[in-house]
Antibody, heavy 118, light 108 residues
C-alpha cells in the first residue's frame, strides 16, 4: 500500500543537529514532490519544506530557512530533513507528505517527534 | 506570504446538523490550489478537498468545498459522530504553502 514512514526524531539540546528520514513505498517515488510539515504541541499545522520530484528545487518556510536542508535519494525512495541550529520552537511532530499535482498533500506519514530541550 | 484565517475557531454542533467552516485569505488564492484537511487527535491529517471543491478519494459526499478568490468554505451537510475533529485549509502560491490555524468541530 502507499505509505510514508518517518524516523529520526528524538530529544536534542538547543543548537545541536538532527536528521529526519522519510521512507516511501507503494508508489513511484520519483514522480512526486515530498513535503515536511510540523505541528508543535497543541498547535496547528506549519509547512516546513518541499523538494520537487527530481530534487532540482527546494523551498523552505522563513522560520527554518538557512538552518534546515531537505534532500532526497530516488534510488532508495528516501527523503531527508537535516535540521541544524535547533531551537526550542522547533519542538514538534514532523510529518512527511506526498504532493499532488494541485500542490496539496494526499499521503501523510504517522509523524516523528522532535523535542529541543536542555 | 499569504495568511489564511479560519473561522470560527471552535464550532459546537450536534450529529445530524450542518457545519459551515470558513477560510479567508489575505490575498487572492488560485482555486486550483486550495485544500482542506481533517485531523483527529493522535493522527496525521487527511486530505478531504483539493482544488477548492473536488473530494479526495474515499471522502463521503456529505463533505463539499466551495469558494474563490479570498473566501472559501467547507460544508459538512449532515454531521456524523466521526466528523468531530479539527479542520485546516491550506494554499499554495509563489513556491510557498500556508495552513490556516484550524477550526475545531466539537460535539454540542
Amino acid at each position: 500500500q502507499v505509505q510514508l514512514v518517518e524516523s529520526g526524531g528524538g530529544v536534542v539540546q538547543p543548537g545541536r543537529s538532527l536528521r529526519l528520514s522519510c521512507a516511501a513505498s507503494g508508489f513511484t517515488f520519483s514522480r512526486y514532490g515530498i513535503h515536511w510539515v510540523r505541528q508543535a504541541p497543541r498547535k496547528g499545522l506549519e509547512w516546513v519544506s518541499v523538494i520537487t520530484l527530481d530534487g532540482g528545487s527546494k523551498y523552505y518556510s522563513d522560520s527554518v530557512k538557512g538552518r534546515f536542508t531537505i534532500s532526497r535519494d530516488n534510488s532508495e525512495n528516501m527523503v531527508y530533513l537535516q535540521m541544524n541550529s535547533l531551537r526550542a520552537e522547533d519542538t514538534a511532530v514532523y510529518y512527511c507528505a506526498r504532493e499532488t499535482p494541485t500542490y496539496c498533500m494526499d499521503v501523510w506519514g504517522q509523524g516523528t517527534t522532535v523535542t529541543v530541550s536542555s | 506570504e499569504i495568511v489564511l484565517t479560519q473561522s470560527p475557531d471552535t464550532l459546537s454542533l450536534s450529529p445530524g446538523e450542518r457545519a459551515t467552516l470558513s477560510c479567508r485569505a489575505s490575498q487572492s488564492v488560485s482555486s486550483s490550489y486550495l485544500a482542506w484537511y481533517q485531523q483527529k487527535p493522535g493522527q496525521a491529517p487527511r486530505l478531504l478537498i483539493y482544488g477548492a471543491s473536488s473530494r479526495a478519494t474515499g471522502i463521503p459526499d456529505r463533505f463539499s468545498g466551495s469558494g474563490s478568490g479570498t473566501d472559501f468554505t467547507l460544508t459538512i451537510s449532515r454531521l456524523e459522530p466521526e466528523d468531530f475533529a479539527v479542520y485546516y485549509c491550506q494554499q499554495y502560491g509563489s513556491s510557498s504553502y500556508t495552513f490556516g490555524q484550524g477550526t475545531k468541530l466539537e460535539i454540542k
